[in-house]
């Protein structure tokens, strides 16, 4: 048999809709998909359409045959064969020689032929005996042998049985409908049979699931009691715990009832204590207000004092600038040209403040953030150095922390010319540090009593007002206290950033 005798066809006998023709072949129109019609039992066969004189022999040589008839539709997997031999063959017979209704099938292959013209096909070899004559002598053609037995009586005990009752239909050998009749009985008795072997599978499967639960099931239901018997140990455990608290709560309460008391003996003693405080404060107030007073009268003799050093700094001020003139006579200078709008205080293009790079649009942690700030002419950068090292690699002991911080430092100062001070927290440390700064760092520690961002704060509040200093530390006092001092606050991690970057 050919493949495309053995092509599924669709579950409900329902054709598809046909798809778009192939390049080159004609359009034909889509056929509307059928409901299957199983082939009924051969009658007398009619005249068939085609005018040719010789089918009309052909197809008296057939009715001869047909007289036998089924008794039932033609089985599922015979009509599948039957279909497939008839489209199959289709493409070798001349166009002429064809029913009207399956010319349009004719450019398809066998396989589309099979799928979209099966009904067509059915209705044909039923209806046309000439079609089914000559579909049957190109089986005879392709099996001779098969045939040969079918008509001689014998049927190859090696052949399927779909294709014997399949060849015998189309032959219409004697007997056909008998084999047509056994071959539907033995693909009913072939799927009973795995329709029984599947049963039998499925419930050997379930006996084995049900089994698998109740083990499921005894295990859980220990495992249910094992918990239940320690949640009986523990609930009695409980009770007890529950006992000892009660107790502890009678002693406690009788404890808060004691210290109850003594508050209200120190609430007593506190108040009496409160108003000999006040009479002291009052006795203090007292004793201010007469040092101020003293106080204000040393600034009234230190003013009369300074009037005299204020004469004297006049005159001599008054002598300068005198000799400052005849000096300008005597050399003939040129008037100064310095006007007002000179004085008029604003941003002078290509200048730029710690606080004008803050609006350039760059991340906090950066390192082209730190660069244009030590860009700036004569700018101060000022480092916490315990809040750097502790912040970039705070496992390291303190004078390796100070020994990697200051290297780094060193190589930026060298690189940027910038003024660099590191400030070092040294209220802790019990005898005075020996180290020998590296050039361009200055290194400073912070006194006793003094911590080292106090030290920052007076190092910024030290530089004049209007040039641009930078302060590295992450402490957020710190850096609202140099910002409020006019300074530019930034996070240690852009120094390590910085620092990182080769």
């Known amino acids: 048999m050919v493949d495309a005798a053995k092509e599924p066809a669709e ?19 889509s056929e509307t998909p059928l409901t299957e019609t199983p082939l009924p039992a051969a009658a007398a066969p009619e005249t068939a359409e085609s ?6 022999g052909d197809a008296d040589a057939a009715s001869e045959l047909a007289v036998e008839k089924l008794e039932r539709p033609l089985p599922e997997g015979v009509r599948r064969r039957v279909v497939g031999l008839a489209s199959d063959a289709l493409g070798g017979l001349p166009p002429a020689e064809l029913p009207q209704s399956l010319r349009q099938y004719v450019k398809f292959t066998p396989a589309r032929r099979a799928k979209y013209a099966a009904t067509a096909l059915a209705a044909a070899l039923e209806s046309e005996p000439a079609f089914r004559v000559r579909i049957a002598e190109r089986l005879r053609l392709g099996q001779p042998d098969l045939v040969k037995a079918l008509e001689s009586g014998t049927v190859p005990s090696a052949a399927d049985p779909m294709d014997v009752a ?22 009913e008795r072939a799927g009973a049979e795995d329709a029984a072997a599947e049963a039998t599978r499925l419930v050997e499967k379930l006996q084995a699931e049900l089994a698998e639960v109740r083990a499921a099931a005894r295990t859980d239901l220990d495992r249910q009691r094992a918990e239940f018997e320690g949640v009986r140990r523990e609930a009695e455990s409980l009770r007890k715990k529950v006992r000892s608290l009660e107790s502890d709560t009678r002693r406690a309460q009788a404890e808060t009832r004691r210290v109850t008391g003594e508050l209200e003996a120190a609430k007593a003693q506190a108040v009496t204590e409160r108003s000999a405080a006040e009479s002291e404060a009052r006795r203090l107030r007292h004793r201010v207000s007469e040092l101020e007073n003293a106080a204000e009268q040393g600034r009234r003799s230190a003013r009369e004092g300074r009037g005299v050093e204020d004469m004297r700094l006049r005159l001599l001020l008054d002598t300068v600038l005198q000799s400052a003139q005849g000096l300008q006579r005597e050399l003939a200078l040129p008037v100064s040209q310095i006007r007002p709008a000179d004085l008029v205080e604003a941003v002078v293009p290509g200048a730029a403040s710690p606080h004008d790079v803050a609006r350039r649009g760059l991340a906090e942690d950066d390192p082209a953030l730190l660069d244009q700030l030590l860009a700036i002419p004569q700018v101060h950068l000022v480092v916490d150095g315990y809040n750097v090292t502790k912040t970039g690699y705070p496992t390291l002991p303190l004078e390796q922390q100070r020994i990697r911080l200051l290297g780094g430092l060193a190589m930026l100062a060298q690189r940027t010319q910038a003024e660099v001070t590191c400030v070092f927290d040294g209220q802790d440390l019990d005898v005075p540090v020996i180290m020998a700064p590296p050039r361009g760092v200055r290194v400073r520690f912070s006194r006793t009593g003094e911590t080292a961002d106090e030290l920052i704060r007076r190092l910024v509040r030290a530089e004049p007002q209007g040039r ?33 970057r080769p």
Do not use: C, I
């Open 468 to 500: 641009p200093v930078v302060v590295v530390s992450t402490d957020r006092e710190v850096a609202e206290g140099v910002r409020k001092a006019g300074a530019r606050p930034v996070a240690s991690v852009l120094l390590l950033n910085r620092l990182a």
């Open 166 to 187: 399949a060849a015998a239909y189309l032959v219409r050998s004697a007997g056909w409908s008998r084999l047509v009749a056994e071959a539907g009985e033995e693909a």
């Open 51 to 56: 005018g040719d004189s010789g089918d009309s």
């Open 11 to 29: 579950a409900q006998g329902l054709q598809p809709a046909a798809p778009a023709p192939e390049p080159g072949a004609e359009t034909v129109p």
